[in-house]
């Protein structure tokens, strides 16, 4: 599996920004996706997921009602819609997959297949 998150920019605080990731070599189907953000100096963390056994969303209490994660099968791409977004949002997003991820999803050590990462940063 291959996957490539695209998205990233310089966002105002308050702004919006969709993040995507494209799969390929495997169907997204049945696999959990998850986001996951590292800010400078900090650990990496989950930010989402959507489990691959019964599409259940799950969100870090710090982004929840704020952002949004989805799929779209016919593009075999997942989404991270991302809504009212401050300073502290600021980090590298990776979306990582793997098969027959079961919730709560936010374990980034359930997944084996990781994107490249792709930068927001949330300044004025």
């Known amino acids: 599996v291959q996957l490539q998150a695209l998205g990233g920019r310089l966002v105002e605080p308050g702004g919006r920004l969709r993040l995507s990731c494209a799969a390929s070599?495997?169907?997204?189907?049945?696999?959990?996706i998850g986001w996951f953000r590292q800010a400078p100096g900090k650990e990496r963390e989950a930010v989402a997921c959507?489990?691959?056994?019964?599409?259940?969303?799950n969100y870090v209490r710090s982004v929840q009602g704020r952002f949004t994660i989805s799929r779209d099968l016919a593009k075999n791409t997942a989404y991270l819609e991302m809504f009212g977004l401050n300073p502290e949002d600021t980090a590298v997003y990776y979306c990582?997959?793997?098969?027959?991820?079961?919730?709560?999803?936010?374990?980034?050590?359930?997944?084996?297949?990781w994107g490249q990462g792709t930068l927001v940063t949330v300044s004025s």
């Open positions: 959507i489990s691959g056994a019964d599409d259940t969303t």
């Open positions: 070599g495997v169907s997204l189907l049945n696999h959990g």
């Open positions: 990582a997959a793997e098969k027959y991820v079961s919730p709560p999803c936010l374990d980034m050590d359930e997944y084996t297949n």
